[in-house]
């Protein structure tokens, strides 16, 4: 599974929503986490534990608090986001103000010496003196201390910041000439991608064309061929009714002079693709001549930056793929297309005034500039790959099952061949026989076009059957990760055994053995428990689990857990 | 045994455009002291209107066309509108899927729970109190004292739940209706709830009808199980029975669609095509276009098969078991 591609990871992501002045509902706090490409990730917990709000942090549908959320799906290059320029041009700032802060915190340190030895000097001469005096100076020691221990962390900070953009280059001394190269290498992308822009305009001329004339040589034959059958069923009938439509609509159409067209685009087609790879080049050329300065002329701006460790550290901050909380709007919606939702209630995602067929074309409408009729027939093609059928184009939601509603909602979701989908409850409204009717159809799409899903439910045997890897959340926090097999077979934290021991299961009163029932209910998000959050419903509850937050370790290979109970293995 | 409930040939209808439709077709069943009867099927399929039809609540279009529901040995579809009034939180109670739509958001726990056992069992207030505080800890809630001075968003969904549960159970009822009682909670929250009805089943002498789709929630409550499907009864046995040896190609769809938590391998293996809408007509028998035995058989076209006993205490529906 490590040797995947990763698509998105997160790091210490939170998010809190305010309530009034002093309070906060940590709705997700720290969650740290890598989706591979392909993967289906299952997410579950009661509700309140956050998992809904995590999915919609990720698709920045709610901007997060704190932490980072990176994409992979999408190269810089083809994104080309503002951000970067911006960064870069700040890399001088990062470095001074990091430099600045841990100056400030030696000069504190000093004066911390100096009242130390102040007060040794009261010691000596007796305590019981000038009680009152060495109290004094013992708080002004402790005020200093924190003092100073807050400047290098905003320090190192700044330099974490910084290493985002350049990675371990941000301790070089040459840091300006290192921005300078990096600002080169932007432009050189600027470039590729306004390239990259009129390439995606003549690939869809192309593609329409290619549509039109599809249509325009095989209609009459189709016509034909339906007409000399003597009865035609329901679903034939609609098939002719919209192969007539379609030939009024490609009347006009001359094949000749859209092949001509074709063949006028392909030399410039081929023209763009080798701009596209010289920019790379020189863009690439660029950044090797930056990195060459990795390692050499370090500033000693803090007292870890010549530790070898310490740069390494920092390269591994060096973000390849894109920070979706830094983008702009319009660049989040451009990339939004690439990521997208289903939700619970079919009925209350779907507009009842709307047609299915306007509601799928909508999307298109929105997202790109193709002409009507080419949208028409992409909606078409996405209803009989969800497995409705074409002439439900024309209906309204009211006269669709849930199922069937929930259909409509997954082609409108990979209509833009996305390739990360976050499904909140998608089944948990659905009937069980239907329920797996969409579970099918889910898992076909995925291995068709290599989709990767973040799968939110409560329903554990779905979860079980459904997803690759599932996290265990509870109020806001990970209880447990690991492959869905291995989280079944060995459930480390207390709360995954009680969620597993809870489901009602298929089997007889008399064939089952008898469990514990997990009492009380989750606690307010406002105000969490001390320490564990699940402390006060655990069974296995110590004393260390009611002030000490448990760290998140990895017990077994790939099976991670946050409980008292396993401890970190000292290697 | 004493019957507490007893359904017999029921065929209720709702109108739509000024046209009968079917909702439910011949349905019969009972349920004695002290047992657990479930009902069970998709969304649809009838199990709401059967309790609508129990508590005569139907909405304005739907009547009941022919049949008899004896509670206690009354027949219901016989008695009027006040009558009715009588049994009505009297001798049967019904608990709801919402329980925050179920309770006034205006009016405290403690009034509410008085208000009912003031009327059902002509308490004086003073006495309702005591009985109202004694349900609550029946319940399993703590300090009840306190939360009778609680409005009803002060409380947790699974605290609600109960508190709807020591409303019906103050007023002693002889049949207790649950429709969905534990689909909007939370599985850790329903598991207390669940146990919390079994435990309750022994002392409070009284027949429940409890309504789900969920086949777990069958298994963990269940004596006898009836599965309807579009408005016919499928098959009927002990949950035993059921869950050992389903019978009706519908049942063992159901049981094979559920993503089994306990089994290493599952393939999801849906029923194949929709759930028939009231308003389609369907000759032969209504599961026929989704049966993976109807092909062969061409009597499921033709006649609705009728109920047979395949073993002693279980009905099927269904050609294929002659």
Known sequence: MNTEKVLIKTRKLKKYFPINKTTNLKAVEDITLQIYEGEKFGVVGESGCGKSTLGRVMLQLYPQTSGSCVYFGKSIQELNPKYIQKEINHLKTYQTKASEFYQDSVKIDQEVEQLEAQRRVLDVNGSSVDAKKYDKISKKIALKEFKSKELKKNASRQLREGSRTVGSLILCENIEEIADLFTKAEEEVKKAHECLVKLNEHQNKVYENEVLINQKQTVDASIQELEAKNELNEEEEYQLADLIATKKNVQNVDIVKLEEENKQIAPIIEDLKNQIKKHHEIEMGYRDQAFAFKGKNVLPITERTLDPAYQAKLDENYETGINLSKLTKSEMRSIRKDMQMIFQDPAASLDPRQSIGSAIEEVFAINTDMPKRVRKEKAMQLLTRVGLKREHYYSYPHALSGGQKQRVGIARAIALDPSFIVLDEAVSALDVSVQAQILQLLNDLSEEKNLTYFFITHDLGVVKHFCDRIMVMYLGNVCELADSKELFKHRLHPYTESLLDSVPRLTLQEDRKKVEILEGEVPSAMNPPQGCPFHTRCKKCMEICKSEKPEYVEAMPNHFVACHLYKKEEK | ?322
Not at chain 2, 159 to 169: G, K, S, T, W
Not at chain 2, 196 to 201: A, T
Not at chain 2, 271 to 299: L, Q, V
């Open chain 2, 1 to 322: 045994m004493e019957k507490v409930l007893d359904i017999q040939n029921l065929h209720a209808a709702f109108s739509i455009q000024k046209k009968d439709y079917e909702v439910l077709h011949d349905i019969s069943f009972s349920i004695n002291r002290n047992e657990t009867v479930c009902v069970v099927g998709e969304s649809g399929c009838g199990k709401s209107v059967t309790t609508l039809c129990i508590m005569q609540l139907l909405p304005k279009n739907g009547k009941i066309q022919s049949g008899s529901i004896y509670v206690d040995g009354t027949d219901l579809t016989k008695l009027s509108k006040k009558e009715v009034r009588k049994f009505r939180g009297k001798k049967m109670g019904m608990i709801f899927q919402e329980p925050m739509t179920a309770l006034n958001p205006l009016l405290t726990i403690g009034f509410q729970l008085r208000e009912n056992i003031i009327n059902h069992r002509g308490a004086s207030k003073k006495e309702a109190n005591a009985i109202a505080i004694e349900y609550l800890k029946k319940v399993g809630i703590a300090n009840p004292e306190q939360r009778l001075k609680q409005y009803p968003f002060q409380l947790s969904g699974g605290l609600r739940q109960r508190v709807l549960i020591a409303m019906v159970l103050s007023a002693q009822p002889d049949l207790l209706i649950a429709d969905e009682p534990t689909t909007a909670l939370d599985v850790t929250i329903q598991k207390q709830v669940l146990s919390l009805l079994n435990d309750l089943k022994k002392d409070m002498n009284a027949g429940i009808l409890f309504i789900t789709h969920d086949l777990g929630v069958v298994a963990e409550i269940a004596d006898r199980v009836v599965v309807l499907y579009a408005g016919r009864k499928v098959e009927e046995g002990t949950t035993h029975q059921i869950f050992k040896n389903p019978l009706h190609p519908y049942t063992i769809g159901l049981m094979n669609a559920v993503p089994n938590v306990d089994l290493d391998e599952f393939e999801i293996r849906p029923i194949p095509g929709t759930f028939p809408n009231i308003t389609e007509k369907i000759d032969g028998c209504r599961f026929n276009p989704r049966c993976p035995h109807a092909s062969s058989c061409p009597k499921c076209f033709e006649t609705a098969p009728e109920m047979i006993e395949a073993e002693p205490g279980h009905f099927v529906a269904c050609h294929l078991k002659k």
